[in-house]
């Protein structure tokens, strides 16, 4: 099975401070039809997952432009340019490349 | 308004069964690819099952393969993970979530509220 890892696995930050997530594959997550599916879920406390990022770096409807997602490969990156005190929860990565799919151990942000 | 509403959740007994339901709305549910992820107490995600929409191809995770049975009804808008010989480690919030395409390797687009399993003597 591909391993997920993520790192940190907590993240504290300052409000209107940049957060970044890391999330490595233990093989590459380049499908063979070209694409690359890598996802970024959030979960707030006491909330069901919500999907932000698709396919590396394509926004859901109604996610904030802060959020964005890049890599490529075995290496990929979540970023928000500004946290807001909404943004607090649980932030996971899943591949969709090889069955079974798997999720990141997850990362815990945090306000300071 | 998408919707996902799941049921069946409860506490049974070591080697028991469980059918858990999910009530799609708001999409035309025969495109679309549909999933089962489970959270244990505390824990991450996992994917547990999923069936593709273009061929009803269906998929399991190692842990739950031969136990679990995953199908769709779309005469009635419903997804359903019918769980045998439950064990201790099969608790967890089950959520049913739809996926974006009629293939699973897309992603999630919409989670239900989930329902809870818990085996226990």
């Known amino acids: 099975d591909v391993v997920m890892i993520q790192s940190p696995l907590s993240l504290p930050v300052t409000l209107g401070q940049p957060a970044s997530i890391s999330c490595r594959s233990s093989?590459?997550?380049?499908?063979?039809?070209?694409?690359?599916?890598l996802s970024w879920f959030q979960q707030r406390p006491g909330q069901s997952p919500r999907r932000l990022i698709y396919k590396v770096s394509n926004r859901d409807s109604g996610v904030p432009d802060r959020f964005s997602g890049s890599g490529s490969g075995t290496d990929f990156t979540l970023e928000i340019s500004r946290v807001e005190a909404e943004d607090v929860g649980v932030y996971y990565c899943?591949?969709?490349?090889?069955?079974?799919?798997?999720f990141g151990q997850g990362t815990k942000l945090e306000i300071k | 308004e998408v919707q996902l509403l799941e049921s069946g959740g409860g506490l049974v007994q070591p080697g028991g069964s469980l059918r858990l339901s999910c009530a799609a709305s708001?999409?035309?549910?025969?495109?679309?690819?549909m999933s089962w992820v489970r959270q244990a107490p505390g824990k991450g995600l996992e994917w547990v099952s999923g069936?593709?929409?273009?061929?009803?191809?269906?998929y399991y995770v190692d842990s739950v393969k031969g136990r679990f049975t995953i199908s769709r009804d779309t005469s009635k808008n419903a997804l359903y993970l019918q769980m045998n010989s439950l064990r201790a480690e099969d608790s967890a919030i089950y959520y049913c979530?739809?996926?974006?395409?009629?293939?699973?390797?897309?992603?999630?687009?919409?989670w239900g509220q989930g329902t809870t399993v818990t085996v226990s003597s």
């Open positions: 708001g999409f035309t549910f025969s495109r679309f690819a």
């Open positions: 069936v593709r929409s273009t061929d009803g191809s269906t």
């Open positions: 093989g590459s997550l380049v499908h063979s039809d070209g694409n690359t599916y």
């Open positions: 899943m591949q969709g490349t090889l069955w079974p799919y798997t």
């Open positions: 979530a739809k996926i974006t395409t009629p293939y699973l390797r897309d992603g999630m687009d919409v």
